[in-house]
């Protein structure tokens, strides 16, 4: 037990490395708010521009959004690192990790209201246009919002589980939370870094977690 | 443009590479094949104690769902795999692998199960018992089958998730597909052999994809 506490909660190594941690947290939680706030309204604003219906943008829709579904996060990361340098185009590993995880997020999203969209009943777009909204203005004020209420919930798992990709920082040397705990486990050779950061992520997560099951419960429409 | 060809789409260099990424695809195949059916059993188990009429199990089961949805697979991982030496658990890579997604899959599983066995009707529980079908008889045979048809667009969609996932085995070098990949690029200083792991990750993925998406067209409308 002894043993236990001295390797998981060695209060001393605790203590000294608490502050970075702390640190890595602030960088997750900006890195978080920025995925979530650009990404979803890129990919809401592709699936508008998707119910255009404009042949050739949509392809170039569907395909981006397939695409950045079907990669891992990792594989983009690593190829945004260590390719683009080659070619000329130098990102930092924080604009590298913000802009892998945005797109992807944005092509989740998109599909994700597209469908809400296509869900909305074809009433609710000829009311729309038969008062004399144009075909921009019914999207955006009638049909957009009742798709993004329907959507909530998968919209949020989504981007929880998107947002805690952000530890893959950690790989391409981002000093988010889980980059600052490995870097203070290899100096200390105590695995109690790795503990606080475990309990950092739940402290930052579960509360989203058991808000999106709420969220579900709420806005899951009756019979879906 | 020949710098972007040069760098990314090098065939030479793809070709070297071949051998061992697709060496790395067989390990890639294997942890699914194994981390698959774990997670599908623990998550069946977590999903029944989630909906069990016993309230410290159905706690039990909710927290073990919530916290491990909370955590990122990868800090689960480097802890298995790095902070347990310490206390004299050494695992090899591949064990650490699979502990780490078996807890990670059976959350998510649990919580798609759980949306599942919720949506069968009450009255086809009643209907199977009042037959004279036991409680296990009862969700072997009436209950799971509604379940799992009801969200097999979710499951199918998390099946996607574990494959992209095992990518971050490459981080405690287990040799899966990206991990070979990442370690022709760091020899040949080209994303070429990146992108040829990507090119095979959409190779399997893509399909599944596209049939996920008709599956989801054909429940809702």
């Known amino acids: ?224 | 443009m020949d710098a972007l060809v040069e760098q990314f789409f090098n065939l030479e260099i793809m070709a070297k590479a071949l051998p061992l990424v697709l060496k790395g695809l067989g390990i890639t195949l294997l942890i699914c094949a194994v981390v698959i059916p774990l997670g599908l059993a623990g998550g069946l188990l977590a999903a029944l104690g989630s909906v069990s009429r016993n309230r410290a199990l159905r706690w039990i089961s909710i927290g073990f769902v919530d916290v491990f949805r909370a955590l990122p697979p990868l800090v689960l991982l480097i802890f298995i795999y790095a902070g347990l030496p310490f206390a004299g658990l050494s695992l090899s890579p591949f064990v650490a692998v699979i502990i780490g997604f078996f807890l990670n899959n059976s959350a998510y599983f649990a919580e798609i199960l759980r949306a599942g066995l919720l949506s069968v009707p009450k009255g086809q529980i009643e209907a199977a018992r009042s037959t004279g079908l036991g409680r296990a008889q009862t969700l072997i045979w009436v209950t799971l089958p509604q379940a799992v048809r009801n969200v097999l667009p979710d499951l199918l969609s998390n099946v996607v998730e574990v494959v992209k996932l095992t990518s971050l085995a490459s981080v405690v070098s287990l040799g899966e597909m990206l991990h070979a990949a990442g370690l022709v690029r760091s020899i040949t200083y080209n994303a070429s052999p990146l992108v040829l792991a990507a090119g095979l990750y959409l190779v399997l993925l893509w399909p599944l994809i596209r049939v996920i998406g008709r599956f989801e067209r054909r429940i809702t409308h």
């Open chain 1, 1 to 224: 037990m002894d043993r236990f506490l001295d390797t998981f909660f060695n209060m001393a190594v605790l203590g000294r490395y608490a502050p970075a941690i702390l640190d890595g947290a602030l960088i997750t939680v900006v890195l978080s708010l920025l995925i979530v706030s650009t990404g979803i309204a890129l990919g809401a604003g592709l699936a508008c521009l998707r119910a255009y219906r404009i042949g050739p943008v949509s392809f170039a829709i569907v395909i981006f959004a397939d695409v950045w579904r079907a990669l891992p996060p990792l594989v983009l990361i690593l190829l945004a690192f260590f390719g683009l340098p080659n070619v000329g185009v130098v990102l930092s590993s924080f604009m590298v990790l913000y802009l892998v995880l945005m797109l992807v997020l944005a092509a989740f999203a998109e599909e994700i209201v597209w469908a809400g969209i296509t869900a909305t009943p074809k009433g609710q777009w000829e009311a729309a246009r038969s008062t004399g909204l144009s075909f921009t203005r019914a999207l955006v004020f009638v049909v957009l919002p009742q798709a993004v209420r329907m959507v909530i919930p998968p919209l949020t798992n989504r981007a929880i589980a998107i947002t805690k990709m952000t530890a893959l920082g950690m790989v391409i040397g981002v000093p988010d939370i889980l980059g600052q705990a490995t870097t203070a486990q290899s100096f200390s050779a105590n695995a109690s870094p790795l503990t606080l950061a475990a309990i950092a992520y739940v402290i930052l997560f579960l509360p989203l977690v058991i808000a999106s099951r709420w969220l579900e419960a709420r806005f899951t429409p009756p019979g879906a």
